[in-house]
């Protein structure tokens, strides 16, 4: 008779994947609104944030950055945050990957890590959307000082991340 191990072992499995942000990406990038895409001229910047259509970015993740090799004043960030802020679900300032970094570490801070107090813990990879690195380190550093375990991969095929001493018991 055939035994599924892995259905009846105790392992917790936290999909990280999970966590993704919910609203889709949209982006603002200053250097279309600068003077020959090099320098912020206020009274054409203004205007030109002022003419914006903003409510494009309707329940979305707006990431707000320059992608010239141009100097931006703080205040800039400012105005299009002002302009925005009544239709984007969420504004950053960086890029999409950097977003990704702080939304996840941001969730796994709020995550009570003595629910998962004494368990196994499988850290799934190889979703279908790419969770950073950042995470399955945010995450292992969140565990570790609650748990027995912390595997990474699937059920089935794990690599051993951290395994609590004996003299813990």
Known sequence: ?????VANSRLVTLKLED???AA??????LKDHLFMELILKEKDF??????????QYRDKILLVYCSADAIIPAWAYM????AASPFAADIYQGTEEEYLRA?????????????????RVVIKGCGEKAVPASAYLDITAKLRPVVKS???????????VYKEPMARK
């Open 19 to 21: 966590y993704w942000p």
């Open 24 to 29: 889709p990406f949209a982006v603002f990038d």
């Open 1 to 5: 008779m055939l035994v599924n191990k």
């Open 79 to 82: 105005l299009v945050a002002a």
């Open 46 to 55: 203004r205007e030109a944030v002022g003419a914006h259509d903003f409510s």
């Open 150 to 160: 912390i595997m990474y991969g699937e059920p089935c095929s794990t690599v051993p």
């Open 103 to 119: 939304h996840f570490h941001r969730a796994i801070a709020g995550l009570d890590a003595q629910a998962f107090e004494g368990e």
